[in-house]
Nanobody, 130 residues
Framework: EVQLQASGGGSVQAGGSLRLSCAVS??????????IGWFRQAPGKERDGVAC????????YYDDSVKGRFTISVDNAKNTVYLQMNSLKPEDTAVYYC?????????????????????WGQGTLVTVSS
């Protein structure tokens, strides 16, 4: 099992940008074997998929609400996945979580099924004011 450390949240005004980081660690794990996802959960709402990436081949999936504004990227040397968030809107306000699953097969199901992931980070709060 791997451990995930999410960071980079904060408060910004609408139209601003933030970059979230998800550092993955663990004994004897191979980063290339994993799919990493970013999810968010606003108060009183379900946890929704934002973006995910298959590390081995770089396949990415995005929720329609963030396409063109958010970019998921990978730094293999640091075992870290980033979520660059631009043109932020008040409706992007949520706690953002990263998650990992040992599976190198790309699938959009990882974007829509949080239950597919077995390892989760602690969450980082993003607040966007109007």
């Amino acid at each position: 099992e791997v451990q995930l450390q999410a960071s980079g949240g904060g408060s910004v005004q609408a139209g601003g940008s933030l970059r979230l980081s998800c550092a993955v660690s663990g004994s004897g794990f191979t980063f290339d074997d994993y799919t990493i996802g970013w999810f968010r959960q606003a108060p009183g709402k379900e946890r929704d998929g934002v973006a995910c990436v298959t590390i081995s081949d770089g396949t990415t999936y995005y929720d329609d609400s963030v396409k063109g504004r958010f970019t998921i990227s990978v730094d293999n040397a640091k075992n870290t996945v980033y979520l660059q968030m631009n043109s932020l809107k008040p409706e992007d306000t949520a706690v953002y979580y990263c998650a990992a699953e040992r599976d190198a097969t790309p699938s959009i199901m990882y974007l829509v099924r949080p239950s597919y992931f077995s390892s989760w980070g602690q969450g980082t709060l993003v607040t966007v004011s109007s």
